[in-house]
Nanobody, 127 residues
């Protein structure tokens, strides 16, 4: 059974930085794609960043481009979402997701691409 566990969410002020972690048990992020999604109250879940590890083909939500990046640990068991310049509109529950296969580029931001999901971690940006 694959489990993904997010951590690192908390309340921050506008302009702050925050790093979220996604720890995987049962598989590594060595060959699959993974993504970070978020869902704000009353809004649909949206893909923030997605990456196909084998060639590092990446999708980035336009509103976070230049502010958010995704990396992984050397042992490939943990992925990170580094968020800089946080704004109130970044407030949401953030989820990590991992795929069993290697999706085509156009599928990277699509939720149904991913087989495994974490339960989410809350990020609140407020002054």
């Amino acid at each position: 059974q694959v489990q993904l566990v997010e951590s690192g969410g908390r309340s921050v002020r506008p302009g702050d930085s925050l790093t979220l972690s996604c720890a995987a048990s049962g598989r590594t992020f060595s060959t699959s794609a993974m993504a970070w999604f978020r869902q704000a109250p009353g809004k649909e879940r949206e893909c923030v960043l997605a990456i196909r590890w084998r060639d590092r083909n990446t999708y980035t939500l336009p509103s976070v481009k230049g502010r958010f990046t995704v990396t992984r640990s050397n042992d490939k068991t943990t992925a990170f979402l580094q968020m800089n310049g946080l704004q109130p509109e970044d407030t949401a529950v953030y989820y990590c997701a991992a795929g069993a296969g290697s999706p085509i580029t156009s599928s990277l931001p699509i939720a149904s691409t991913y087989d495994f999901w974490g339960r989410g971690t809350q990020v609140t940006v407020s002054s």
